[in-house]
């Protein structure tokens, strides 16, 4: 872990809010210690609600980085990435992430856990036979 990265991470979360966005902030570092990518949140300034810092830059390295590369970059990041960005990272191929703020030091701080706590009721599974089809033989 490098201290130095991840005081930069909070310094863009310093940044974003300082901006008007959600405190939140990211960079990319390569195996040798260089910064290849950073950003902030701007889910309020681009009306977008996938523009997390996280997300952003899994983005740029799934389409910048070779994956050997990639493997070897570390995202360093002011709070954990939230489900939607863990996704992202884990398809991006990054091979790890260092982070401030634990889930649970956020919601402490959040009250609530923030927008991804709310409930959201699903459904399924159904027509199995049918939604099979296009991915059957596909992997």
């Known amino acids: 872990m490098n201290e130095r990265h991840l005081r930069r991470a909070i310094e863009l979360a310093h940044e974003a ?3 008007g966005d959600m405190p939140y902030g990211s960079l990319l570092v390569g195996p040798d210690g260089e ?3 950073e950003d902030r949140n701007t889910v309020i300034s681009d009306n ?3 523009a997390h810092p996280e997300f952003k830059l899994a983005v740029w390295a799934a389409r910048e980085l070779a994956p050997e590369l990639a493997r ?3 995202m360093y990041t002011s709070t954990h990435p939230c489900p ?3 996704g992202a990272i884990a398809r991006s191929g990054l091979g790890r992430v260092v982070f401030a703020l634990s889930p649970e ?3 402490q701080l959040t009250g609530s856990g923030g927008p991804d706590a709310r409930p959201v009721a699903y459904e399924g599974p159904a027509l199995f036979d049918e939604a099979r089809k296009p ?5």
């Open 17 to 19: 809010r300082a901006a």
């Open 35 to 37: 910064v290849l990518a």
């Open 84 to 86: 939607m960005c863990q």
């Open 72 to 74: 070897q970059t570390t």
């Open 135 to 139: 991915i059957d033989g596909y992997y």
């Open 105 to 107: 030091q956020h919601a």
């Open 48 to 50: 977008d609600i996938s």
